[in-house]
T-cell receptor
Framework: AQTVTQSQPEMSVQEAETVTLSCTYDTSESDYYLFWYKQPPSRQMILVIRQEAYKQQNATENRFSVNFQKAAKSFSLKISDSQLGDAAMYFCAYRSATNFGNEKLTFGTGTRLTIIP | GAVVSQHPSRVICKSGTSVKIECRSLDFQATTMFWYRQFPKQSLMLMATSNEGSKATYEQGVEKDKFLINHASLTLSTLTVTSAHPEDSSFYIC?????????FGPGTRLTVT
């Protein structure tokens, strides 16, 4: 079974600064997807960024980028120019790419990000 | 983007009663939907996979008779908490996959008194 580990329960960053959230995972599969989701106080889950395991290039979405290290099974999220609206719980998630119809996600325990004005 | 709705957003029920939560994919069809439970300050815990036209697949430790799931159409899955007790109070979230991604409903806060 796959596992996802987020070792930082809480992080804080000054507004406009950069912060990196860590995530490691364990799998025996070679083809999979990794995601970062954001859950603000409203509790609506919002997709931040997605990475396909077969792609060597790290995914980027505006101020959000990942450092995907497949051999090390590491998938960190970097948030640049942090904004007050970035304050939320961030969850790393894994999904197998091999089982069509079984697209369930395995989540990490989450990192609560606080933005300091 | 794809939208998933949940109804109700909040519900309070008395102990021993049943409550139904609906999850709808508004602009796409979903043969599979997922139900999660989230305790305060914790991660999402997958409860079951809802399969259109067939039985749901429950995760280990989830009581099938307490959490009844029905996926009657390609856009609707329901979760019924039967004979609810205070320990069933929680935040329930559904999701539906579309291509590579999962789209989440806004969640339902269940309080059992």
């Amino acid at each position: 079974a796959q596992t996802v580990t987020q070792s930082q329960p809480e992080m804080s960053v000054q507004e406009a600064e950069t912060v990196t959230l860590s995530c490691t995972y364990d799998t025996s599969e070679s083809d999979y997807y990794l995601f970062w989701y954001k859950q603000p106080p409203s509790r609506q889950m919002i997709l931040v960024i997605r990475q396909e395991a077969y792609k060597q290039q790290n995914a980027t979405e505006n101020r959000f980028s990942v450092n995907f290290q497949k051999a090390a099974k590491s998938f960190s999220l970097k948030i640049s120019d942090s904004q007050l609206g970035d304050a939320a719980m961030y969850f790393c998630a894994y999904r197998s790419a091999t089982n069509f119809g079984n697209e369930k996600l395995t989540f990490g325990t989450g990192t609560r990000l606080t933005i300091i004005p | 983007g794809a939208v998933v709705s949940q109804h109700p957003s909040r519900v309070i029920c008395k102990s021993g009663t049943s409550v139904k939560i609906e999850c709808r994919s508004l602009d796409f069809q979903a043969t599979t939907m997922f139900w999660y439970r989230q305790f305060p300050k914790q991660s999402l815990m997958l409860m079951a996979t809802s399969n259109e036209g067939s039985k749901a697949t429950y995760e280990q430790g989830v009581e099938k008779d307490k959490f009844l799931i029905n996926h009657a159409s390609l856009t609707l899955s329901t979760l019924t908490v039967t004979s609810a007790h205070p320990e069933d109070s929680s935040f329930y979230i559904c999701s539906a996959p579309l291509t590579y991604e999962q789209y989440f409903g806004p969640g339902t806060r269940l309080t059992v008194t």
